[in-house]
């Protein structure tokens, strides 16, 4: 059934959903002048309900931001968020960017830092991402700003898993983690252990990864977050499933996704159909896969979650080749790397250019093969991303063997 490209795209789904999970904030007291004007204080407070709903949802680190008090920077703001959960991370970028200057405050300044180096990180461009980490790290440090610096050292965590150090990854993991137990936040410890457990499931130490999300799914209970409860309830599912364990695994995606529904979260409601469609295709149900997949391509558009989108295409992508549906197969990459393109996500146009590779392969296309797996391999050459550097090298290599073969 292709076990090792399944068990890739578990891990890229894991990724995926645990992205958002980069940093935990806590938001300051809400300060309001007695004598501003109406529209004003409106503005004001419609950028907090903003901030404080994408903080929940993303775990965005925002101390700071609910108090800037000039108008056209809180505009800026407000566009640059929009821009963000539209996937326009180069847009959001210059937003942030314009909120920046003699205006801001020190926590204010760590948390746009923060804010530009996540749009980076979204569009691989890790290198710039990381600039922007070390600029708020060493403001954060100046500041004695611990939450700002346990966002950030997780930030730099998500920057080295996304290279392949994944023990470097794991010591900024730690780090964050202790500073978080140390300041009593226990939402930011969830998102720690959350992160270890990842990586832990990359290196394929399923039973630590399980290990570290059964202990944030304790947090979550203790401190009665839902949302986090139905994130680590999905994550427990992917790890069950890359164990082989599919009922299990389907069990706890099916948990999560009632919760998700109850509390209205569609973007991860998206997600946890998209799990389960891929444990369907392990379990070798591929039209009940196809079925998942649409269902969660079906939210993703709805809701403008372009992202989520190009993973469900590619996911169909996935079902179709092991059908043997390739023309269909290649369609659905197509499509998918279209989108990773349009929004910038360098790492996501890699790995659907790999997969139109994969397809040629298949159909005996070897040169229309090899011309996308070296496209794929020069972006993951330029991101750093070391693990796929080699995994397609291996593939480039393959190929040529059987081009040898053939002549």
Known sequence: MGTVAIIATIIGTLLAIFAAYV?????????????????????????????????KKFGLYIDGLPEMTEKKRRASLSSGLRSMQASKYKEAIDFFRKCLGEGATPSQKIALLILIGNCFLSLSRLKEAEGYYSEAETAARET????????????????????????KALEYYHQAQKIHREIGSREGESSDLVNVGIVYG????????????????????????????????????IVFGMKGDLDKALEYHKQALKIDRELGNRKEESDNLGNMGIVYQMKGDLDKALEYHQQALKIDKEIGHREGEANDLGNMGNAYRIKGELDKSLEHFQQTMKIHQEIGHREGEAKALSNIGLVYQKKSELDKALEHYQQALNIFEEIGAAQEVVRTRKAINLVRKEQSQTR
Do not use: C
């Open 144 to 167: 004695d700003d611990n939450e700002g610096l346990s966002a950030i050292l997780g930030n730099k965590g998500i920057v080295y898993k996304t290279k392949g150090e994944l023990d």
């Open 202 to 237: 990359i290196k394929g130490e399923l039973d630590k990864s399980l290990e570290h999300f059964q202990q944030a799914l304790k947090i979550h209970w203790e401190i009665g977050s839902r949302h986090g409860e139905a994130s680590a309830l999905g994550n427990m599912g």
């Open 23 to 55: 940093g935990f904030r806590q938001l300051r007291r809400w300060r309001q002048e007695p004598k501003e004007k109406e529209d004003d204080r409106k503005d004001r407070e419609e950028l907090k309900d903003r901030l404080d709903d994408l903080s």
